[in-house]
């Protein structure tokens, strides 16, 4: 708290007070209190009831229609166009559509027999490969392992990339040069997205 105290000086024996001023109780006491901009409260209008209860019924009415809206909406799903089926033919669609065929036992059993020996040999076909690119895998490190034996230089040569296996070639500038006083879009775009609501 912030206080002056009343002080006696002794100055070459001249007795000098000072005044005392104080926050805390007593004759001098300094109160402050906070600014409340008041002003006085304007009076209410009164409105007819039957005037409140019309907003009231708008208000309400325009929020259900809102929801049914959404319902109507949530209800439909939004069409893509590559899985429509076009009218024409949604029109033919009973004369177009083939009848079930009905299969014998032996047939089901023949075609599952078929289906069986092509999987088996596919499996064959495909270890055979696998054994056959280990098998020239394996020759050529051991070609490579005994040329380097003989010489390191015919052995760098023989593991260097040869570019004109796969020949390839560019034409056209690599960097296109700038355009002078270009100016580029600002992300401005047309969007010709469908809208759906």
Not at 36 to 43: I, M, R, S
Not at 45 to 59: G, H, N, S, V, W
Not at 88 to 109: G, M
Request: net charge positive; glycine share 4%; charged share 30%.
């Amino acid at each position: 708290m912030f206080k002056f105290f009343t002080s006696v000086a002794m100055a070459q024996g001249v007795m000098a007070s000072t005044r005392s001023i104080s926050t805390t109780g007593g004759p001098l006491l300094f109160r402050s209190s906070a600014p409340l901009f008041g002003e006085p409260l304007k009076k209410k209008k009164r409105l007819d009831p039957q005037i409140l209860k019309a907003r009231e019924d708008r208000k309400r009415k325009k929020i259900e229609k809102a929801i049914r809206k959404l319902e109507k909406v949530s209800k439909s799903l939004k069409p893509i166009d590559e899985v429509q089926l076009m009218a024409l033919l949604s029109n033919e669609i009973n004369t177009r559509q083939r009848p079930a065929v009905k299969l014998s036992k032996e047939k089901i059993e023949e075609r599952m027999l078929a289906e069986k020996t092509w999987t088996k040999y596919k499996h064959k076909e495909h270890f055979f490969n696998l054994q056959v690119i280990n098998d020239l895998e394996y020759s050529q490190q051991r070609a490579l392992n005994e040329l380097r034996e003989v010489s390191e230089e015919l052995y760098q040569a023989a593991i260097e990339i040869n570019e004109s296996l796969l020949p390839y070639q560019l034409t056209g500038p690599v960097e296109t040069p700038p355009i002078e006083n270009y100016q580029s879009p600002d992300g401005e775009y047309l969007d010709i997205s469908k809208k759906w609501d």
